[in-house]
Structure formats: C-alpha cells, structure tokens
C-alpha cells in the first residue's frame, strides 16, 4: 500500500491516497478494501479510463463522485456522505490525484458525521497537504453548514 501515492491508512476501515495505477487496485484488495470512492474527474491527470472495471475485476465495489478541482460544492459533499454511509461498517479505499480534496472530504465527514475531533482529524489532512484559499474556504463553509 505504501507504494500508492500519498497513501494514509485512516482507520483499520478507511484508507486514502492519490491515484492508483491499474496494478495496484489488486494491491489494494489484497490489503481487505472491499469498497472504492474516486473523487478525481475523468479527465484528470492520470486517470484510468477503465477504472471502474479494473476495481470490479478485483471483487470491490466502485462508485465515482466526480469533484471539480477548483469549485468543489456542498452537492458533492452531500453525495459523498452518502457513499460513506452506505458502506459503513465496509473497509473503504478513498481516492483522488494526489489526495487533496480527499483529504478534506474525509475530514469533514469524520468531523460531521462520525464525531471525530477536529484537531484529530485535521491532522490527517497537514500529513498530506495545506488546503489552498479555495478548499479552506469549501471545509469551513460545509461545517457551517452540515453541523
């Protein structure tokens, strides 16, 4: 798993990380993941057109949540929480570019809806990067208003 960019094992059931190439997605279920969210869009750098079926090929559920780069909104959020949701309890591989917005959607759903302490799971995010004016603003503004 470590060879995954800017892989972070989270908990013993959510792990995150940039882009995976289409090898390690047997990796990554060889690891117990049983669920794949991609945030990244289609489009983006180093996107596997096919990744939906390479992480099906693998016996893992895949579901894409395409997120914008610069204009990330609270729609996105909010189907974001639903795909968690959905597979609580599941062990569940996160994933976008190089883990930036993915690191804060899964910051404000641990802090929203799993009550996590902010502190705590802000520094999972410092561990990966500082979120730019653009997605600092998006995760205060989404615990403003998903609190």
């Known amino acids: 798993m470590d060879s995954i960019l800017n892989y972070l094992r989270i908990s013993d059931t959510l792990g995150t990380a940039g882009q995976p190439a289409a090898e ?3 990796g990554i279920r ?5 669920v794949v969210i991609n945030l990244a869009l289609s489009t983006s750098t180093n ?7 390479l992480v099906a090929a693998q016996g893992m559920e895949y579901a894409h949540i395409p997120v ?14 639903a795909a968690m949701e959905q597979h609580r309890g599941r062990k569940v591989f996160v994933h ?3 883990n930036m917005r993915v690191s804060c959607f899964v910051f404000l759903y641990r802090v929203l809806r799993l009550g ?3 502190e705590t799971a802000l520094q999972d995010v410092l561990a990966i990067w500082q979120p730019d004016e653009v ?3 998006f995760v205060d503004e989404m615990q403003g208003l998903f609190a």
């Not at 060889?30 to 049983?34: I, Q, R, S």
């Not at 996107?47 to 079926?53: F, K, R, T, V």
Request: a negative charge.
């Open 30 to 34: 060889a690891a117990g993941y049983e």
């Open 96 to 98: 976008c570019v190089l």
């Open 24 to 26: 390690q997605f047997a």
């Open 47 to 53: 996107a596997l057109p096919n990744e939906g079926d």
């Open 135 to 137: 997605w600092q603003r």
């Open 116 to 118: 996590v302490p902010v």
């Open 68 to 81: 914008m780069w610069k204009s990330p909104t609270a729609a996105d959020l909010e189907r974001f929480f």
